[in-house]
């Protein structure tokens, strides 16, 4: 997978800034040192959706609240999502955060862009799964958005058996090991809509790095 600098520098707050020739060389050295350490891998599953009054229940699971409710309304189906791009990437973060602070920002950035991209690719490949059953798939929406608890990560771990499958587990805080790691629910739906939350001025997820600018 070959790191996007302009990712990049969308995770270090450079929104439409260009780097000077100092950053630049240091972008492109994180990323090559991200790229050769991570090891990326992903599990997915389908469950049959069912809405509660202040509920939705995904197969075994019941998620309390309004957001991912709202989030996959109308939806009979979704997918549990976990991906990781494994525990060399923490090491690499740990081992610079005592060394050299400005590329330990660097490459938290490139590891982030990392983990997003793979998730995107791995989407992809469901989105085309789905398409033969002439489904569509709603955007992901992670345990910590909005008023989805952030404690349903053991839920969605335990459901698709993800520390013996791809090696992701949590902390007693419910922080994911390794930490650039994802869980996510996608909804699918025969809806061709985009983005079935409003776009991004009804999304509650105010610190999401994909937010569009003048929407804060």
């Not at 229940?57 to 998620?63: A, E, F, K, R």
């Not at 950035?109 to 690719?121: F, G, H, T």
């Not at 709603?138 to 345990?143: D, F, G, L, M, N």
């Amino acid at each position: 997978m070959k790191l996007q600098e302009s990712e990049i520098l969308r995770y270090l707050g450079y929104r439409g800034k260009q780097p000077d020739a100092a950053l630049h060389k240091m972008i492109l050295s994180c990323a090559e040192e991200v790229e050769r350490v991570a090891t990326p891998r992903s599990v997915y599953r389908l469950f049959p959706v069912t809405f509660g009054e202040n509920c939705v229940q995904l197969g075994n699971i019941t998620v309390e609240g309004h957001d991912l409710r709202q989030h996959i309304r109308g939806c009979k189906e979704a997918v549990l999502f976990a991906a990781t791009i494994g525990i060399q990437a923490d090491i690499l973060l740990e081992r610079y955060s005592h060394m050299d602070m400005s590329r330990a920002a660097v490459l938290q950035a490139a590891a982030a862009a990392m983990m997003e991209s793979y998730c995107d690719e791995e989407e992809k490949k469901i989105r085309e799964q789905v398409a033969d059953r002439g489904l569509f798939l709603r955007p992901r929406y992670s345990p910590g958005y909005g008023d989805f608890p952030i404690q349903l990560q053991k839920d969605i771990l335990n459901a698709l058996d993800c520390p013996k499958r791809i090696g992701l587990s949590m902390t007693e805080s419910y922080m994911l090991v390794p930490t650039k790691s994802v869980t996510a629910v996608i909804g699918l739906t025969s809806d061709p809509t985009g983005c079935h939350i409003a776009k991004c001025m009804g999304c509650s997820n105010k610190n999401c790095p994909f937010r569009k600018e003048g929407n804060e």
